[in-house]
């Protein structure tokens, strides 16, 4: 994967460079990895909806499928254990919806995804793999969409960048969905994240407006 | 020297007695006052909320326990009645503007930090006062409106909702092929992060103006950068026709010139 950042000694500072964006630093490790995709071309929500072809569930069924996200790349300095985000960027232009209505819906960074079901192959400098357990309660159901609270989102990556969530449904129109802290293959690093200290605010999203 | 009887004791303990529970009830009022309130209002305008509702509460039970200690009131409310009405009508806005704040902040139409329109004042709210409120326009003025004025105004929050819609009107020229007008905007709509996917933007031909054919173009964005949208996307649309060889043409009226046979040479209006 190409990243577009140049980092130069000078002086006994590191000079960060990517593009117009250009910061010095003291003497630090330099972390590069995925981060939550809310971030570009500004931080105007902390939801994610992945849109892809409905799939339809049998009553109490579990249904495991692989969706692809988008990600961003996030630029850290560490010392010691504290960490400081130095710069954000993206290969993939953001794109955003509404969930729900105008007046209660709530603003979503924007994903339409192919449905796997195995780990599919992803150019790993614009998308991850979110694989997603749907629990299905006593009806039939049908989804063709996921919101996600990204501010509870947990990133691995190795090769590539990847999540877990789990979709509980409660009707037909509505649904509980949840970030798993676990990676989705073995040997898979957990990513910094932007958002740890905002974990309190709550770990799952009722989504009430439909689930196609 | 002061008589003592049973009946002044027992009206000095009635009355005491009236004003202890005056002062309980004050403090359950205030407390409850104060707990309902402590993240709308701010602490300092909290406290002189407090303060009014707990003398206010005091003074009321104390006036009701005054005939006990054997003061006839009707003097007293005869004279208070007077110096009421004088200090009515002197605080008449006041009370009013208080009256307003409350419901203001009660009903909330507006919050801290809001961008809203209050008649021809646009800008963001700065502070909700008990007495009036404060907003820095646009371009950088500081407003007082007191709060009566906003109360019975019509209040636009502009930021409320999570989404708004823009919505322009291109013409392009009647020699252009509209389809592909339509599909040009709709190419740069589709390509701004913040022109939302859904709602849907609907573009189509409105009219068939006078110079020229006016096509509608309607977006959704996200309230907080609806003027950022607003602002990029006409000019983005703009210069994509202009690309395509489609042209945005000025106002054009055709004027038909006859000559008068009577007098060769010489022009007539038609």
């Known amino acids: 994967m190409f990243v577009p950042i140049k980092l130069k000694k000078r002086d006994g500072k590191i000079v960060y ?19 939550e995709p809310i971030n570009l ?4 929500t902390r939801f994610l ?35 400081i985000v130095i710069d954000v960027f993206a290969f993939e232009k953001p794109k955003f919806t509404l969930y729900g209505d105008p007046k209660n819906g709530v603003v979503c960074r924007w994903f339409q995804s192919d449905v796997y079901y195995e780990i599919p192959e992803v150019d790993p400098s614009k998308h991850g793999v979110l694989k997603l357990v749907i629990k299905n309660g006593k009806d039939w159901a049908e989804v063709g969409k996921v919101v996600l609270d990204c501010y509870a989102m947990k990133i691995y990556y190795d090769k590539f960048a990847s999540c877990w969530a789990e979709m509980k449904i409660l009707s037909k129109i509505s649904a509980e969905t949840t970030f798993v802290d676990k990676p989705i293959a073995e040997g898979m690093k957990k990513a ?14 009722i989504m009430e407006w439909g689930l196609i | 020297m002061i008589e003592i009887n049973g009946d002044r004791i027992e009206g000095a303990i009635l009355f005491a007695i009236v004003v202890a529970l005056g002062i309980i009830v004050a403090r359950v009022v ?13 602490a300092n305008e909290l406290n002189l909320i407090l303060k009014v509702v707990n003398f206010s509460i005091i003074a009321i039970f104390a006036l009701i326990a005054l005939p006990f200690l054997g003061v006839d009131l009707s003097g007293l409310i005869a004279a208070g009645g007077f110096a009421g009405l004088v200090v009515g009508f002197a605080s008449r806005s006041v009370v009013a503007n208080l009256v307003s704040g409350i419901f203001l902040l009660v009903e909330r139409p507006i919050k801290i ?35 009566e004025k906003l109360f019975t105004s019509n209040i636009v929050n502009l930021i409320v909702n999570p989404v708004r819609r823009l919505e322009y009107i ?3 020229s009647y020699k252009d092929d509209a389809e592909k007008a339509i599909e040009i905007i709709r190419g740069v709509v589709e390509d701004h992060p913040f ?13 068939l103006g006078e110079s020229s054919v006016n096509i509608v173009v309607r977006v959704w964005c996200p309230s907080s950068v609806w003027f950022d949208v607003k602002t990029e996307l006409l000019w983005k649309i703009k210069i994509e026709l202009e690309k395509a060889g489609i042209e945005i043409p000025f106002p054009q009226r055709v004027v038909w010139l006859r000559r008068d046979r009577n007098e060769p040479g010489k022009d007539v209006p038609a």
């Open chain 1, 41 to 44: 071309p500004k931080n105007i």
């Open chain 1, 49 to 83: 909806e992945i849109d892809f072809s409905p799939i339809v569930i049998k009553p109490n069924g579990v249904e495991t499928i692989y969706l692809k996200f988008p990600i961003e790349i996030g630029v850290f300095a560490k010392d010691s254990d504290r960490m």
């Open chain 2, 195 to 207: 022109a939302l996917k859904n709602p849907e933007p609907t573009i189509f031909v409105d009219e």
């Open chain 2, 113 to 147: 930090g809001d961008q809203v329109k209050v008649g021809d004042v646009a800008g963001f709210v700065e502070d909700i006062h008990i007495l009036s409120t404060i907003i820095r326009t646009y371009d950088g003025l500081f407003v007082r409106i007191p709060n």
């Open chain 1, 192 to 205: 910094a994240e932007l958002y740890t200290t905002r974990r309190l605010m709550g770990k799952s999203f």
């Open chain 2, 170 to 172: 291109v013409g392009i």
């Open chain 2, 30 to 42: 205030s407390m409850n006052v104060r707990r309902s309130l402590a993240e709308k209002v701010p």
């Open chain 1, 17 to 35: 460079e990517r593009e117009n964006v250009k910061k010095i630093l003291p003497e630090c490790e330099i972390i590069v990895n995925p981060v």
